[in-house]
């Protein structure tokens, strides 16, 4: 396992940046491409392991994805020239995939057999098989279909009123997809609202789906047709920079271009909540999808209580945002963030035990934390539990450490943003 050397800096983070392409939106996009008829094209896609892991996927049951870098091609002959794997399929670390794929696959007349690597067998899919075997669906797996690997048979699938258990845009996405195979009208009814990609997504193929407030509705045997996609950045990945601008003295950073959906932009209102100088322009709309560039400048922060529904609009971002936290004036207390357990790692326990190995005061609570601000980072040497997220919190918070921070397994970050540390190191002056 490798460890990578990271140090503080004497100066302030100035620049401009583009972050890549927004993880949930790259998943999506290769779903209905893949189930549409025709030709997708997707530009800004993210070149990372989650994402290729779906691209396998979908050629695995034959269909045509040509990459090169950011650029991707499908010709597709829609979900009637979906072929049977010959091969269990590998989904790497790759929930997204899971999850979803799980949706689409319970919809086809064949058998499929997914798995994943040790930490993605070791998270929960039970939430999504249920509605599925309830749908119709035969799945078998290790403890009954709760952990990976996954047996399944699909085809014939009943429609169902669904009211998902969980927080959780995966299990909602999961059911819509498999309500597109259904033999009538599937709806979802969200008790909080979770991203709404899926929904997006769908239209822009050309589907059709009906949205009552917090009741989501999909009809069976739509044709979908192959469009163009052009993936904005994506607000995950921007949050490490937004939070490093905002506590790195005399900073200012621009990131451009990037996805400012409603249901994801959860940080940017925790930061003016606690005091940043954060500033939208240039909002438009693209695919269904709104995008701009924000512009965040050091600032005198506070402690703040971050609970309810802002959760679920920042659920990738609360790692950061705990750091954050340490270094603002006074507590800061997150509650009803339950879901970070299941995560690549336990992300409430690898958060905790992360940030008082790097000298922060906090604590763990069983749906969130409490963390005490001016803290002082020490450095050391710190594992990233294998978690993207963890690795580049960690990077972070070396920006700020008295001493020198050895990253173990920093490998991990490729994940969702493989030009993290060329783009950390762009900023610095």
Request: hydrophobic share 40%; with cysteine.
């Given at each position: ?17 583009t972050?890549p ?14 189930l ?22 979908f ?5 045509s ?20 794997p ?13 999850r ?5 696959l ?20 039970d ?8 749908m ?9 279909g ?34 597109l ?35 989501i ?16 950045g ?5 949050a ?5 601008a ?5 900073s200012?950073?621009i990131?451009?271009?990037v ?6 932009t ?5 930061l ?20 701009g560039?924000i ?6 922060l506070?402690?703040?209580?971050i ?46 035990d ?9 604590h ?12 002082t ?47 950390l190191?762009?900023?610095q002056?």
């Open positions: 396992m490798t460890k990578k050397l990271l140090q503080s800096i004497q100066s302030g983070l100035q620049g401009k940046l972050v392409g927004d993880k949930s939106i790259s998943h999506r996009a290769i779903i209905f491409g893949s549409s008829k025709g030709r997708t094209v997707i530009s800004h896609f993210l070149d990372g392991e989650d994402c290729l892991r779906t691209i396998d996927a050629k695995a049951m034959g269909v994805i040509q990459k090169d870098g950011q650029h991707v091609m499908i010709d597709s002959e829609g979900v009637n020239g979906l072929k049977e010959t091969q269990p399929i590998d989904l790497g670390n790759s929930g997204t995939t899971a979803l794929l799980l949706g689409v319970a919809g086809l007349p064949f058998h499929t057999t997914v798995f994943g690597d040790s930490s993605l067998t070791n998270r929960p899919m939430r999504v098989v249920r509605p599925l075997r309830q119709g669906a035969q799945i078998d797996g290790r403890e009954n709760n952990y990976l690997p996954i047996s399944i048979r699909g085809g014939d699938l009943q429609s169902i009123t669904f009211i998902p258990p969980v927080k959780s845009a995966q299990v909602k996405s999961a059911v819509l997809l498999a309500g195979f259904g033999d009538g009208d599937t709806t979802v009814i969200e008790p909080t609202t979770t991203r709404d990609h899926t929904e997006n997504m769908l239209q822009a193929f050309g589907g059709t789906i009906a949205i009552n407030q917090k009741n509705t999909v009809s069976p045997k739509q044709e979908l047709k192959g469009t163009t996609i052009d993936v904005p994506d607000i995950s990945s921007a490490f920079f937004l939070v490093a905002a506590m790195v003295p005399n200012k950073l990131l451009r271009d996805g400012l959906n409603h249901t994801r959860g940080i940017i209102d925790v003016r909540n606690m005091g940043a100088s954060i500033e939208v322009v240039e909002e438009r709309h693209i695919g269904g999808e709104i995008i560039s512009t965040i400048e050091s600032s005198k506070n402690g703040i209580e609970g309810g529904d802002l959760i679920p609009r920042m659920i990738d971002e609360i790692p950061i945002v705990a750091l954050l936290a340490t270094q603002a004036n006074g507590k800061t207390v997150i509650r009803d963030a339950e879901e970070l357990r299941y995560k690549e790692s336990d992300r409430i326990q690898s958060v905790v992360t940030l008082k190995e790097l000298g922060a005061s906090i763990a609570t069983k749906d969130g934390m409490i963390i005490e601000g001016n803290s980072i020490s450095g050391g040497v710190v594992n990233s539990f294998g978690d993207h997220r963890i690795g580049m919190m960690i990077a972070i918070a070396s920006l700020i450490a008295k001493h020198d921070t050895h990253l173990v397994n920093p490998e991990c970050i490729n994940i969702s943003y493989p030009s993290f540390f060329e783009d190191a762009s900023i002056t």
